[in-house]
């Protein structure tokens, strides 16, 4: 069970006769979460069941709260770095490119300053659903930090990565934000590069990679 993803983290509960303690050691070994040796009563082994249910739901919000944007709800910048190390991996290995893509709301600071920080939060959580909506179920969207977002592309072209920022460009730039009767849009700026499997040398790939993103973005 513990082989499989699915089951990686799922609660296992032993249950067994007058087993040696060696025995009971090795269980635990192997990811038994909790044993119970009979003679036992129901109550405690739906009191234990209980206990690691609890324990499993806590683990999960806790691994979400790690891994993802409090506003957003997209992954946060260190999960991303850590997906972005696991794609680049498997573009290694399956020689296939990685590209990747940077998105910055145009001048943010204005909305903050003319709408307050209630209606930036609105603007950044819906260009957020834009981005998501508007990629693959395989690429990751993650909020980079401030008013800027990445989206790693696996196996996709330069080609395919000016496909995917256009589509994004005109998603975003047709969301109307509303307040007070007043309506206002903002448009995003994008850059973004695909490399083939040889460039992803060993050493910092991705800080490579990123910046040659960012510098397509500064010009954007």
């Given at each position: 069970l513990r082989r499989q993803p699915a089951f990686e983290?799922?609660?296992?509960?032993?249950?067994?006769?007058?087993?040696?303690?060696?025995d009971l050691t090795v269980a635990f070994h192997l990811g038994v979460t909790d044993l119970l040796r009979k003679p036992f009563f129901p109550e405690e082994f739906l009191a234990r069941v209980e206990n690691q249910l609890r324990v499993t739901s806590l683990e999960k919000r806790l691994r979400v709260e790690a891994t993802t944007d409090g506003l957003t709800g997209l992954y946060n910048?260190?999960?991303?770095?850590?997906?972005?190390?696991?794609?680049?991996?498997?573009?290694?290995?399956?020689?296939?490119?990685?590209?990747?893509?940077?998105?910055d709301v145009d001048h943010?600071?204005?909305?903050?300053?003319?709408?307050?920080?209630?209606?930036?939060?609105?603007?950044?959580?819906?260009?957020?659903?834009?981005?998501?909506?508007?990629?693959?179920?395989?690429?990751?969207?993650?909020?980079?930090?401030?008013?800027?977002?990445a989206v790693?592309?696996?196996?996709?072209?330069?080609?395919?990565?000016?496909?995917?920022?256009?589509?994004?460009r005109l998603a975003i730039e047709t969301l109307e934000y509303e307040?007070?009767?007043?309506?206002?849009?903002?448009?995003?700026?994008?850059?973004?590069?695909?490399?083939?499997?040889?460039?992803?040398?060993?050493?910092?790939?991705l800080d490579a990679l990123f910046r040659v993103a960012d510098d397509a973005l500064y010009q954007s």
């Open positions: 983290r799922l609660p296992v509960v032993g249950l067994t006769g007058p087993a040696a303690r060696r910048r260190r999960e991303l770095e850590r997906l972005a190390q696991v794609e680049v991996s498997r573009a290694r290995r399956d020689r296939k490119p990685l590209g990747v893509l940077l998105a943010f600071k204005s909305v903050n300053d003319s709408y307050g920080h209630a209606v930036g939060d609105e603007v950044l959580r819906r260009v957020g659903r834009e981005l998501f909506k508007r990629v693959r179920t395989t690429d990751i969207v993650a909020r980079y930090g401030g008013e800027e977002f790693l592309l696996p196996q996709a072209l330069a080609t395919g990565v000016g496909y995917v920022a256009e589509r994004i307040i007070d009767g007043a309506r206002f849009a903002r448009t995003v700026s994008l850059g973004g590069t695909s490399w083939a499997p040889d460039q992803l040398n060993e050493g910092a790939p």
